[in-house]
């Protein structure tokens, strides 16, 4: 199994620009979690999807942060303006269900430099 | 709200010694609690969990934990520490919706040659 797969490793843009980060879960998990790693804030749950439906949204920052998951093994997560207050490190995870509570599987996550 | 706490933010130990990560929780009920490790440019890795059952819970790597109703700590623990366990520790509890973490801040774990 090739784990869960987040693209690009590494991103740098400029203020402004939009910013799309990609996450590939592991095949058969039905949860989806998108995770903001930062030295301030640690690591803080932004969205999670189960069954490719968002069941919670309550930690997207504000608007200029979305989420889609069209289907089971796509999700992406976009920033449209991105800042520089948005460096940081996101993480996708993904769980199955008959793991029960609390066992994520994470990605290696994708580094964002907003200049 | 469920929430846990890491009271240190770097734990330094000699290679060989027996090492431990802190952990307190606050949650209503009965606790699910949860220990992560993050190496360097990696993401996180789970380690160990306790639902119910025995207070020392084995995981992966020689982890262990133990749990302490009184003390509400779930600490983390290793007999001898390798200077491979060198990483960032973290605890976690569910949170609002049941399969969902809250994250301490991470406990910086340097193990000495």
């Known amino acids: 199994d090739a784990g869960v797969i987040q693209s690009p490793r590494h991103e740098v843009t400029e203020m402004g620009q939009e910013v799309t980060l990609r996450c590939k879960p592991i095949?058969?998990?039905?949860?989806l979690f998108w995770y903001r790693q930062t030295m301030m804030r640690g690591l803080e749950l932004l969205i999670y999807?189960?069954?490719?439906?968002?069941?919670?949204d309550s930690g997207m920052p504000e608007d200029r942060f979305s989420a889609k998951m069209p289907n089971a093994s796509f999700s992406t997560l976009k920033i449209q303006p991105s800042e520089p207050r948005d460096s940081a490190v996101y993480f996708c995870?993904?769980?199955?269900?008959?793991?029960?509570?609390?066992?994520?599987?994470f990605g290696p996550g994708t580094r964002l430099t907003v200049t | 709200a469920q929430s846990v706490a890491q009271p240190e933010d770097q734990v330094n130990v000699a290679e060989g010694n027996p090492l431990t990560v802190k952990c307190t929780y606050s949650?209503?009920?009965?606790?699910?609690l949860f220990w992560y490790v993050q190496y360097p440019n990696r993401g996180l890795q789970f380690l160990l969990k306790?639902?119910?059952?025995?207070?020392l819970v084995k995981g992966s790597y020689g982890f262990e934990a133990e749990f302490n109703k009184s003390q509400t700590s779930f600490h983390l623990k290793k007999p001898s520490a390798l200077v491979s366990d060198s990483a960032l520790y973290f605890c976690?509890?569910?949170?609002?919706?049941?399969?969902?973490?809250?994250f301490g801040k991470g406990t910086k774990l340097s193990v000495i040659p």
């Open positions: 995870a993904s769980s199955p269900t008959r793991a029960g509570t609390g066992e994520q599987y």
């Open positions: 095949s058969g998990h039905d949860y």
């Open positions: 976690a509890v569910p949170g609002a919706g049941s399969y969902q973490l809250t």
């Open positions: 949650v209503s009920g009965n606790p699910y």
């Open positions: 306790y639902i119910t059952g025995d207070n």
């Open positions: 999807f189960n069954n490719n439906v968002p069941i919670d």
